[in-house]
Nanobody
Framework: EVQLVESGGGLVQAGGSLRLSCVAS????????IGWFRQAPGKEREGVSC????????YYADSVAGRFTISSDNAKNTVYLQMNSLKPEDTAVYYC?????????????????WGQGIQVTVSS
């Protein structure tokens, strides 16, 4: 059974930083792409960043490019999302998601396994 557990969320002031972690279990880590998504109140869930375990490729939404960095630690089966220069518009519930590669597009439709989500709140 695929399990994804997020941690590291919280409240931070605008301009601050947070690092989210996603610990994965129940599947062969190297066969899967891992993505971070977020959903703000009243909005659709959107892709934030994704990493290909197969070739290490990284993808970012335009809204976070240059501020967020995705990385992985194979030994720990963990994917991280380092979030810098946070803005109030980054406030959302953040989800870790995974599915077998290849992933055609960084949208929720193509990710079959999800974590429970974690709140990130950025105050102005």
């Amino acid at each position: 059974e695929v399990q994804l557990v997020e941690s590291g969320g919280g409240l931070v002031q605008a301009g601050g930083s947070l690092r989210l972690s996603c610990v994965a279990s129940g599947f062969t880590f190297d066969d899967y792409a891992i993505g971070w998504f977020r959903q703000a109140p009243g909005k659709e869930r959107e892709g934030v960043s994704c990493i290909s375990r197969r070739d290490g490729s990284r993808y970012y939404a335009d809204s976070v490019a240059g501020r967020f960095t995705i990385s992985s630690d194979n030994a720990k089966n963990t994917v991280y999302l380092q979030m810098n220069s946070l803005k109030p518009e980054d406030t959302a519930v953040y989800y870790c998601a995974a599915d077998r590669e290849p992933i055609p597009e960084m949208i929720p439709l193509y990710f079959g396994s999800w974590g429970q989500g974690i709140q990130v709140t950025v105050s102005s």
